[in-house]
Each structure stands twice: as structure tokens, then as C-alpha cells.
């Protein structure tokens, strides 16, 4: 529901959603090998908006529209659009966050959606089975994915009306201060480029990742990915009775992963043939990650910095999770650039002579924000046969 009239500014426009119920933002010189690393210019004129506590807001360009959330930061739906091709959804959204009482669920899940930040990254729970070599760790809260995926963020009035801009606090004690989030239409591209801002004040080492997730409901998805490291699988069932992965299992390539029944399986082509719930990490990724949308049309192109998040994590939810809100209907795929042991990284140190035990996460320095900066491209492709 549109909450008063959206105010056009030429072409472009925002619109406020659903109204329900802080303020400098740094800058740091950063590598990035993306083809458009401008993202801001204009960062120093962001300022706070103390009256906008809506729960998303649009934005509208040339080549398509992108919902951004409050509630974790999260973005979608997105949708891309070229001429002479049909509208193109790749980002999932949890079957459930529509239905009535689906704010009931606690912290992100119930919204879950699409793209966003996680910092730190991952899980608060030490799984029971992981092997004593894994040493454990101390998450410091209890906030899966960190509390701003838990939380609502506050919007931000932007100069550029290509753009959307939101940030959050954190709690006293935590050690990330703020987190700044802005994401920007592409003009003359279906493309968004997404930068974030980490503010710290104190010397630390984090896991952070960011969230992809793409519907897998469209049909036939394949993926094309580079890495010059070995795939690895998670170091116990990620679901257990509902994971088809041989755990803590090495591979090369994702057309020959090894499964629990001595065979071995594709990831690299989606559907699957059976239901599951699995958890992989590609090392030392060589270039963006691009999945092919053979039905729909389209591929769609995650690029990233790198050389801050040199692995790339697939969240494989393939119908395997069957507790509520889940219910068996989840179908998306998680494609998460990270710094990290898995999803593990806050709970448990690996051994030192597996290949992740270097994967301790971002150095944050006080008075030196990080930006991690990242695009989603999409592009029209002649549909498969």
C-alpha cells in the first residue's frame, strides 16, 4: 500500500511504502575491479531523515524498480527490465512474508527477502555434531547474521534520486558502531551497484558476507563460477535427515560434488533432483558469479570486491527445511560473498591444517570506515530450448 503520493523528480521516483512505526558517513579509498566503481561521489552530503520510519521504500529507473526494506537492510523485490524482453525477478522472497501473522517470527525471518549485509556473518548456535577440532568460539550476542539483519535501519535523505540510503546503530559494547547502506540505480543499465559502510570503534576481526538469495522458482537456473581454490562442503549435515552433501567433504568443480550416498551431484544446475538443505564454500573465486535464467530469459551478474571477500558461500534450500515457517516450500539459492569459515565463523575456529582455518574474517580499524562495494547486473538471454 502506497502511503500519500509518490513525489516524481523527473524520470525517476521513490515511493514510500507502508509507514509503521545518526548522520556523517565517511569515506575510504577502496580497490574494486568492478567495470563502474563509482558508486559515491556524494557520500559527505548524506544526512539522517528523523521523520522517515516507513518500512520500505521504491525506486523506480529506466530499466527497472527495487523495493529496499527496513527491517535487515534487506532488498526486494527487484525487477529488471530491457526492451523487447519480459520483466526479469531473479531475488527471492520467502513464500510466507505475506501471509498474515508473518511478522510474528522473530528477527529477519520473518521478512526474509533477497539481498543484504551480514556483520558479522553467521550463526549464534554451535551445531552438536561439529568435530571437537573445530575450536569453539564465543559469538559476543545471540543475533544470527548480526544485529542489523534483525533490525530496522533508518532511512537516509539522499541528493541523487537514483539512489536509496539507509543506516543503523549498533547497540553499546558491539564492535561495529554503524553500518551505512546506499544503493543506486544504474541509469543506463538494469543494474544496481550496492556500497556499505562499516564504522567501527575498536580494532577487530569480523566474518562478513553478503546475502544474495535468488528465487529458484523460475524454472532452470545453471550457474557460471571461477574458483582457484578447492569447493568444500559444511563439516556436519547442514539440515540433518535433509542434506544430500557428503560432510567436510573437498571437490573442484560443482558438476562433481560428492554426496552422502558415495555418488556424486551437479550444484551447478537447478533444479535438483531431490529435496535438500546444503551448505558449500568455493575458495579464492576468480571473477563474478553469474546465474542463467534458461526459461526466464536472463542471466543475472554478482560482482564484488574481492579482495575483501575472496570466497563465495551457496545456501542450497532446495525444499529441505520442513519446520514452520519453511514447511518444505523454500526454494532459493543463496550466493554469499564472504570472509568466513561458512556460516560457522562466529561459533567455531576450524583446524589448522583446513583450508579455511585463514579465513578469521575483515580487519576494521577505528577511523578508517570499510566499504565493501558490489553490483547486480542482469542482461537479456535467448531462452533455452
Avoid at 571437490?251 to 558415495?262: E, H, S, T, W
Amino acid at each position: 500500500m502506497v502511503f500519500g503520493r509518490p513525489k516524481p523528480i523527473g524520470f525517476f521516483r521513490v515511493e514510500v511504502l507502508a509507514f509503521t512505526k545518526q548522520d556523517r558517513v565517511s569515506t575510504l579509498a577502496a580497490p574494486f575491479a568492478l567495470s563502474h566503481p563509482r558508486v559515491l561521489s556524494w557520500v559527505d552530503t548524506v544526512t539522517s531523515s528523523p521523520s522517515a520510519s516507513d518500512l520500505s521504500r521504491r525506486l523506480r529507473w529506466p530499466h527497472g524498480e527495487a523495493e529496499l526494506q527496513a527491517l535487515g537492510g534487506m532488498l526486494a523485490p527487484v525487477v529488471f527490465r530491457s526492451p523487447g524482453s519480459p520483466d526479469f525477478s531473479p531475488l527471492q522472497v520467502a513464500p510466507w512474508a505475506d501471509e498474515p501473522g508473518a511478522d510474528a517470527w522473530p528477527g529477519a525471518l520473518g521478512r526474509l527477502r533477497g539481498e543484504w549485509p551480514c556483520v558479522p556473518f553467521g550463526r549464534c548456535d554451535r551445531p552438536a555434531d561439529v568435530p571437537a577440532s573445530w575450536l569453539p568460539l564465543d559469538p559476543g550476542d545471540a543475533w544470527g547474521h548480526g544485529y542489523s539483519s534483525n533490525h530496522s535501519w533508518q532511512w537516509l535523505d539522499l541528493a541523487d534520486p537514483l539512489a536509496l540510503g539507509m543506516q543503523i546503530d549498533m547497540p553499546p559494547g558491539q564492535p561495529v558502531q554503524r553500518l551505512t547502506r546506499i544503493v543506486r540505480a544504474v541509469n543506463d543499465e538494469p543494474a544496481l551497484d550496492i556500497e556499505l559502510h562499516i564504522t567501527t570503534g575498536r580494532h577487530c576481526t569480523l566474518p562478513i558476507a553478503l546475502h544474495p538469495t535468488l528465487s529458484l522458482t523460475a524454472g532452470r537456473v545453471t550457474l557460471s563460477v571461477a574458483h582457484d581454490g578447492p569447493g568444500l562442503s559444511y563439516p556436519v549435515p547442514a539440515e540433518p535427515g535433509h542434506s544430500r552433501i557428503e560432510p567436510n567433504a573437498r571437490f573442484k568443480a560443482l558438476d562433481a560434488v560428492p554426496l552422502a550416498d558415495g555418488t556424486t551431484g551437479d550444484f551447478g544446475h537447478y533444479p535438483q533432483p531431490a529435496d535438500s538443505e546444503d551448505l558449500m564454500q568455493l575458495m579464492n573465486v576468480r571473477g563474478p558469479v553469474t546465474a542463467h535464467f534458461l526459461d526466464a530469459g536472463w542471466s543475472l551478474t554478482i560482482d564484488w570486491d574481492r579482495s575483501l571477500l575472496p570466497d563465495v558461500m551457496l545456501w542450497v534450500s532446495h525444499g529441505g527445511r520442513l519446520n514452520a515457517p519453511w514447511n518444505g516450500r523454500h526454494r532459493a539459492l543463496g550466493i554469499e560473498p564472504l570472509n568466513g569459515a561458512f556460516d560457522l565463523g562466529r561459533v567455531a575456529q576450524p583446524p589448522a591444517d583446513h583450508p579455511l582455518a585463514g579465513r578469521v574474517g575483515v580487519q576494521l580499524v577505528p577511523g578508517e570506515p570499510c566499504v565493501i562495494r558490489s553490483r547486480l547486473s542482469a542482461r537479456p538471454e535467448k531462452a533455452s530450448p
